[in-house]
């Protein structure tokens, strides 16, 4: 059964840091291109950050280059974001995606197949 898990998320005050994680069950993400995105209340989902398969590049979101680091780690299966210097407008719920190839949007979201249940990250004083 292929399944995404987020986790790493919480409340952290502006400024702060958090390192999101996205670990793989049933298949190597290796193989995929994964994402990151996010949702906020009231808004639609956006694409944040994705790393490819091949040669390992990496895509960000013009809100959050500079500030976020995506990677991957093969051998623990598993697909990182750091997130540094958080603002308020990074509140949202941050999801992880599996796709199977790279689109020339690398952060359009139906492109992606698989899904994780989502971790909130609240940034607030």
């Known amino acids: 059964q292929v399944q995404l898990v987020e986790s790493g998320g919480g409340l952290v005050q502006p400024g702060g840091s958090l390192r999101l994680s996205c670990s793989a069950s049933g298949f190597t993400l290796d193989h995929y291109v994964i994402g990151w995105f996010r949702q906020a209340p009231g808004k639609e989902r956006e694409g944040v950050s994705c790393i490819s398969t091949t040669d390992g590049s990496t895509y960000y979101a013009d809100s959050v280059k500079g500030r976020f680091t995506i990677s991957r780690d093969s051998a623990k299966n598993t697909v990182y974001l750091q997130m540094n210097s958080l603002k308020p407008e990074d509140t949202a719920v941050y999801y992880c995606?599996?796709?199977?190839?790279?689109?020339?949007?690398?952060?359009?979201?139906?492109?992606?197949?698989?899904w994780g249940q989502g971790t909130q990250v609240t940034v607030s004083s």
């Open positions: 995606a599996a796709a199977f190839f790279l689109d020339p949007e690398p952060l359009n979201m139906y492109q992606y197949n698989y």
